[in-house]
């Protein structure tokens, strides 16, 4: 009893942490039905070459529609459902969804972009990810080269032999890995060796304040040295402004996500953004 009620106090000086334990609760709850309701939908964000002037690629974003929660995004739900297992199953289907939707612009005779899904850390301890992934893309009938697998440092720390492993094989495949929020990770750079990254992706905290903070620049122009030493492409993200474009231009980053040229976009949105897209409009000529 003492050390209930001992609890209830704590809980009732603390009202934020009960709450959050209660939300969480239900979010755990309700995100079983999700899959199966077909609350989960999907995002895509362009990526940008300002030296093409081309959309090259879609970054798939999850967000779950759910009836009593609204619009939960995937800060909120994906730790959960890492926590719970349910990651597998969301993953696999975000994995499909991207590929299939990718495959339809394709057949819709849209200039053929790269989808990008983000991994958890779960999925790439699965023994069966290569088979998961060889069998979507053979079931939806999209070649590799049009799919973008994004890690993040921590998820390459929980067992860094079998990861390298599966990433090399999905490489082999043909299939692109990226190395996302590349910067914030306690990892060392001795990964860039281990791992067969395509592209780095400078985390947006490095973009946020670059107009006001020289340090962000040395650490992007530090990015970018070794990025042409380990031939590997360097994506920023979060560029929300033409300053950042054109600082991150002056570092030879080609290539940029963010709010500046788009939000994420629902799949129609997407339609329309690659129809009306002007190659001409980021295109700066030095
Ligand atoms: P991330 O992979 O680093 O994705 C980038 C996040 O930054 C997205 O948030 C995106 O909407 C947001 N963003 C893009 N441009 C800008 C910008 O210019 N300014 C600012 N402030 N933010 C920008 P979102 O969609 O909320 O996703 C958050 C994180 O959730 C993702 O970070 C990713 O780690 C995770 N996530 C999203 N979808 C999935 C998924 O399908 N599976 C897994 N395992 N994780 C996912
Ligand atoms: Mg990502
Ligand atoms: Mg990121
Ligand atoms: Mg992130």
Redesign the pocket.
Known sequence: RTKESGRNHYQFYNPEMSLEIAENFALETQLHQAIKNEELILHYQPQINIKTGQVYGLEALVRWKSPNLGLVGPNKFIPIAEKTGLILPVGEWVLKTACQQNKKWQQMGLPPVRVAVNLSAQQLQQPDLIKTVEKILDLVGLEPQWLELEVTESILMKNTTLASQTLHELRNMGVYISM??FGTGYSSLGYLKKFPFDTL?I??SFVRELNQNPEDISIISAIMTLSRGFNMRVIA?GVENQEQLNLLQQLDCEEMQGYFFSHPLTQEEVLNYLLSFNQQKYLIFP
Do not use: I
Request: charged share 85%; proline share 0%.
């Open positions: 996302d929020d992706k985390d947006q993200e």
